[in-house]
Structure formats: structure tokens, C-alpha cells
């Protein structure tokens, strides 16, 4: 009986695989379909098998170490993405107590500032002088807005570190611009016009100080401050549709350095600062400080008197922006004037026999002399600034003044800090009313 196979540790092995040999001469050798082993020719079935159980292992070796380095991996990740509570209980067992106590004066006066400086006084890491709290304000990475709050404080102390606060920055052979900038960035302004007033009069006392001879006195410096203020919303805000021109801001703000002339080159110069690039406020700040309220838009004619002649002329008005535009046709892009409606009064006008009917007043009854600044535009189109004492308007009829009265009212907005800067206006211009 002819043998197939034979045994060889125990498994059966077709003696096709061996060849010819001494015990099976007459046994036909069969072609093997083995593949040659890609470890070599030389390598046996059996050394071939335990070189791939050998690489097997090394595999799931590999594969149980690439297990744990993604697991060590997703550990750091949690760890880097961990709350601010989990950082600050690290915080609290490894920082000295000093350190610890400075970061919780801080997150104090983030969240209540004068709670905040109370700590940090308590705890002695603050000296109560208004240049230590000056410089710890200047110093660390606080909440903008809580430090605009601290330094609106009316109190006397807090307006001595909001002197020391602003003395700390050095606005030296900076522009006006710039130099605003500078300031803006330091804090949030507050929204009440006190505090707005002393934060900006502290200014210009400090920007007039690192550079005397711009200005003949602070005062100057301060008024120009807001009307590159208001002159960033009239170019940026979307909401406002007339643009003020180059030649409007220089013509408004020319004679305002104690009745001197400021040269029509520096204000073009912040215009064009303006123009190009607009003031960056912090989130929550308002971009033009006077809250200005944006009124549905009403147009129509009127006939407005004149102030030099009194003579009557027919005029295109339009209410918008709080403030009135007057053109002598609908079509005409630029206005003859310019009326701003803040801190004004409206009423209808005495009708004597013979006076004309349906007509109603504009004028200033809140500041002494009651004049109002307004602007027009001249015969040779020359943009001049004028102190119009009254505004007397005639309507077409009772019910056109009625409508007219009524919107114009609700446009007027009552704001404290414009009453500060017209009285500080006529206190350092010492204007003459001059008709228009």
C-alpha cells in the first residue's frame, strides 16, 4: 500500500513536499502549489511559521502601544480644554498666597470694581495713594469697562487716580488723532455726561502738557477732541446720510482757539486721520457719546426768514439725524444749512395782525444768550459758521406746522454733555451772536 504522508511532530506532511528519498522510491512526486517563501528559499515551512508568528506579535505590540499613546494624547487634550474653575483650583494649590490674593483682587474689581480695590487694600497688596491704584489700573490686564467705571467715579479720590491714570500716558509728538486713539483704548467710556466731561477735560490737560504750543489752552484741545469724536460717527455710522465734508469740519472748529485761527492744514490733517481709518471701541461703548437717536425722516418746503435782510425765502427741508437740512431745491445734494436740534426748543410763534400765519420758532433757551451753532453755505459756496439767536420757520398751513412741530420736537434730544461743550464753546471762543 503506497504511503501518502508521514508524521512529523505529530502532524501529517504529504510526501509530495519531500521528494524522493530512500523509503519512497516508487512513490510519484507531485508538483508543489506552495508559493517559495519570501524569506528566502532556505527558510523550512516550520522556521516560516514562526517567523510570521513572530511578526504577529511584534504587531500587536505596536498596536497596544499606538492604544496608549492615543489615550495619553486625549488626556492632554482634556487637560488643555479643562474650565477656568479646574485651572484656578491648580492655581490654588500650587501659587504663593500673594499671587493667589493679587488674582482674586482682580476677578473682584472685573466683576464690582470698587469692591475690587477694597480687597486688594485689605489684603495690603495695594497702597491707598491714587498713584499706586493709578498704576495697578495702567498696569494689569483688566476689564476695560471696569476701569472706565472706577475712573467716572465722582468722588474726590477717584478723580485723583484718574488724574495719575491719564498723567501715566505719554502722548508726546503724537497727533491729536493718535493720541486719542491711545486714550480710547486704555478703558471704556462711561455713558453719563460728568463723568464723560472730566475724562476728556483730564485729557486734554495731559495731551496739552506733552506738547506745548498747539493749542493756546486746554480747553481748545478739549472741544477739537469731541469734534473728531463726532466726526468719526458722521463718517462710519451707516445711519447718518449726510457726510460732513472737509471743508464743514474746518469751517466749524477754525476759530475755536481762544477767538485765534487753527490752521486749515492740522485740520485737514484729522480728517484725513479720521477718514481713512475710524476709532476702534470696546464692545459696548457708544461710537458718537451723544446717544443720537435716528428719527424717521420727514422733507417738505418751508419758508424760512433770513437773519441779516429778514427777508423770506422758500426752502427744501429735510429732518434727519437730529438735525435740520435746508436746499433751495429737492434736487440739490449739498445743503445751504445745517441746523443740529440738540439742547433746543420749539414753539409756535406770536401772530400779531399782520405778522404771517403758521409759523414757529427753533432757539436755545437751556444755556445763557441761547444761540444756536449752525453753519450755511454763502452765494460764492464758502461754508461759515454762524450763532443764530432764533430760527423762525412759516409753514403752508395750521396742520403742515402742526406735523412739522411735532416731528421736529421728538427729534430733539435733550444730552447733558453737548450743554458742557456749547458753555465750554462760547466760554473760550467769546463769540458774538452772528446772523445768517
Known sequence: MAVDSMQVDGKPIPLAFIGKSKNAENVPIRESSVEPSPLGN??????????VEKLLRARKKLEEEIELFTSELKEIGETMHCSAECIGIIQDSEEPVGTKLARQGRKRFNNKPSEGIKFLLEKKLLNKTAEDIALFLFSNQLDKKAIGDYLGEGYEFNIQVLHQFVGLQNF???????????????????????????????FAFRYCQCNPGIFSNTDTCYILSFAIIMLNTTLHNANVKFKTSVEQFISMNRDIDA?????????????????????????GTTDDLTEVFFNPDYKGWLTKEGGKHKSWRKRWFILTDNCLYYFKTPDEKEPQGIIPLENLEIRDCPTPSGSKKYCFEIMNLKVKHGTIKACKTTGDGKL???NHLMYRIQAASEKEKEEWTKRIRASISRNPLLEILQKRMQRVTHDVPINM
Open 42 to 51: 532556505e527558510l523550512t515551512c516550520h522556521e516560516e511559521q514562526q517567523a
Open 172 to 202: 508726546c509728538q503724537m497727533d491729536l488723532v493718535t493720541a486719542l486713539r491711545t486714550f480710547l483704548a486704555s478703558f471704556q467710556l462711561p455713558g453719563e455726561a460728568q463723568k464723560i466731561d472730566r475724562m476728556m477735560e483730564s
Open 259 to 283: 477767538g485765534k485761527e487753527l490752521p486749515p492744514e492740522l485740520l485737514t490733517q484729522y480728517y484725513e486721520a479720521i477718514k481713512a481709518e475710524p476709532f476702534h471701541y470696546h464692545q
Open 384 to 386: 461759515v459758521v454762524g
